[in-house]
């Protein structure tokens, strides 16, 4: 009897440690400007703020970079055409957790800043 107990308990806290962290939520903005100037402007804007530009492939118009100070966030940005503008789609996760997705505003307002769309 014990032995069932002790199995029970330890396929109950392994199958604990399986669960999937959920995926984060994107922080979007449609922008005046093309999709190629903003991926420009946005990996400038990435940069100055201390990420390291990961990988960045300008045809997919995705950019992953990295915090090279504490706390380590790891974000994302999406640029995807939207007519004549960019929709601008930022994620970011800390230490493989996600972001709450209203702490890539400042992110959003300033890359809209360095487009000449801010208010």
Do not use: K
């Not at 922008?31 to 990435?46: F, I, Q, S, W, Y």
């Not at 504490?70 to 995807?80: D, M, S």
């Not at 503008?85 to 702490?103: D, I, M, Y």
């Amino acid at each position: 009897m014990m032995r069932r107990f002790v199995i029970l308990l330890t396929v109950l806290l392994l199958a604990g440690c399986v669960t999937a962290a959920p995926a984060p939520e994107p922080r979007e903005l449609t922008l005046a400007a093309t999709p190629e100037e903003t991926l420009r402007e946005a990996v400038a804007l990435l940069m100055e703020e201390g990420y390291v530009v990961r990988h960045a492939d300008a045809e997919l118009g995705r950019v992953d970079a990295a915090l090279a100070r504490w706390p380590g966030y790891q974000v994302r940005l999406q640029v995807t055409p939207e007519g004549d503008a960019a929709r601008a789609s930022f994620t970011a996760t800390r230490g493989g957790r996600p972001l709450q997705p209203h702490l890539l505003d400042p992110l959003l307002a300033a890359l809209q800043s360095r487009l000449g769309l801010g208010p």
